[in-house]
Nanobody, 122 residues
């Protein structure tokens, strides 16, 4: 079972940038899809972005499109989430997940990290 570990969260001012990392403990299969999700206080966990491990095809939620970029380094088994122009509404715990289908539904993901906190002050 591949384990996922997020890092890179923190507290920043509105308009700042952060880059999150998600390191896998083992090899990520080429058929995998890696996703980023987030959960704000008092809200349900929501989809942020995903990337196909083999092709690099990406998908973003409307709320982050144009501000966030998901990327990967296959050799390092690591996925990144570059977050620019952060807003207070981006405050949440950010989770990395691994699935097998190109799907924004969190039910399609079977391995999850512990999450990393992002706080954006206005």
């Amino acid at each position: 079972q591949v384990q996922l570990q997020e890092s890179g969260g923190g507290s920043v001012q509105s308009g700042a940038s952060l880059k999150l990392s998600c390191a896998a403990s083992g090899r990520i299969y080429s058929s995998s899809v890696m996703g980023w999700f987030r959960q704000a206080p008092g809200k349900e966990r929501e989809f942020v972005a995903l990337i196909r491990w083999h092709s690099g095809t990406t998908l973003y939620s409307d709320s982050v499109k144009g501000r966030f970029t998901i990327s990967k380094v296959n050799a390092d088994n690591t996925v990144y989430l570059q977050m620019n122009s952060l807003k207070p509404e981006d405050t949440a715990i950010y989770y990395c997940a691994r699935g097998s289908h190109y799907d924004s539904d969190q039910r399609a993901y079977h391995s999850w990290g512990q999450g990393t906190q992002v706080i954006v002050a206005s």
